[in-house]
């Protein structure tokens, strides 16, 4: 009887350090902490490789941070209700979706000053280079549809109508892109060309998509879910290969193909990684703690550092439902690290 208790004892402490070391798996941790002035919600993060430039958006304005040193270069300002942010390295040209006022900025990314603002449809979010295409793609949740705009001309080209809002959108490199329609649980495939719909499929055991990223040289799309899964869907046929458990209020996600990595970063203080074995076979590794709040994302493809917006988030006041707003001076980007 003793003995088979010490058994159970030390089955269930070598369980738990098992899967310690599992949380601990990835090796990854937050390195730095890069304060922002200024206070206001937050939402998207992005990197520029040609600049090696975070920017961020930040209530009605975006910061420009230097990513090695956290320096803060410059701001993008009148940006009401910002989302998203876009570069185009080519022609020193980044584009910005401004909610509250449904315009995209154009602005100069030498001088950060806005050059012109692009009348757009209700509810501009996520915004997207597809250099394939030559076109910035911007993403509506209210007007169910993608806006396409030509970032030379500074004027948009026409829209894909979706018959559902688009939440975040990726490209093939091949002339196909695939958006997630949050409320639908749905891909569609689209042309950004022609801006046709060419396909719409499913998402089992998903519900309200968020992040999505792409394995391009296998044509696999990994689907962040507020269900707190990743789905895997072959682009192709839009099959649903699995479903991996991740954290909760997911928003982003980034594929390491040269590591074969996927990250799901959470609103719950956490990035979920997950493992491809091969295009049609995963595993969870674990995951990295950053911070609550800590849901946009933004990887760099070489170096591999993830950069994260992050506040400390109050409690909404006495009474009132919902979650709570950013404490004044708190934002930050963290900077996350494979060690």
């Known amino acids: 009887m003793l003995a088979s208790m010490i058994l159970t004892r030390l089955f269930a402490f070598f369980t738990l350090a098992a899967l310690c070391m599992a949380a601990d798996a990835p090796g990854f941790k937050v390195t730095k902490r890069y304060p922002v002035p200024g206070d206001g919600g937050f939402d998207y993060v992005t990197f520029d490789a040609s600049s090696n430039r975070i920017y961020a958006s930040h209530g009605t304005e975006v910061n420009v941070l230097d990513a090695d040193s956290g320096k ?62 030559k076109r910035v793609l911007v993403c509506h949740g209210d007007a169910a549809a993608i806006t396409a705009i030509d970032p030379e001309k500074e004027a948009v080209v026409g829209e894909v109508a979706l018959g559902g809002g ?46 999505l990223a792409m394995d391009t040289a296998n044509s696999r799309l990994f689907i962040g879910c507020r269900s707190k899964v990743m789905a895997v869907m072959n682009a192709d046929t839009g099959k649903v290969i699995t479903t991996l458990p991740i954290g909760t209020r997911v ?31 995963y595993e969870s590794v674990g995951d990295i703690q950053t911070q609550p709040s800590a849901k946009t994302m933004a990887l760099d493809p070489k170096s591999k550092r993830m950069f994260l917006s992050a506040a400390e988030i109050l409690p909404p006041p006495a009474g009132e439902k919902g979650r709570g707003k950013p404490k004044p001076g708190s934002f930050t980007i963290l900077v996350v690290e494979r060690q």
């Open 72 to 133: 803060l270069l410059g701001k993008v300002q009148d940006t009401p209700g910002v989302h998203g942010i876009a570069i185009v390295p080519e022609l020193h040209r980044g584009f910005t979706t401004n909610g509250a006022e449904s315009t995209v900025s154009v602005f100069d990314t030498n001088t950060f000053k806005t050059i012109k603002k692009i009348p757009v449809d209700k509810d501009p979010d996520f915004v997207f280079y597809d250099a394939h295409s």
């Open 166 to 211: 688009a939440e975040a959108t990726v490209v093939n490199g091949k002339g196909i892109g695939f958006v997630n329609l949050e409320e639908e649980a749905e891909v569609v495939s689209y042309d950004p060309q022609a801006l046709t719909v060419k396909a719409k499929y499913p998402i089992t055991g998903c519900k309200t998509p968020t992040g």
């Open 251 to 281: 928003d982003a996600v980034a594929f390491d193909a040269d590591n074969k990595l996927i990250f799901c970063s959470n609103g719950d203080g956490t990035i979920s990684v997950i493992h491809q074995k091969s295009p049609d076979a």
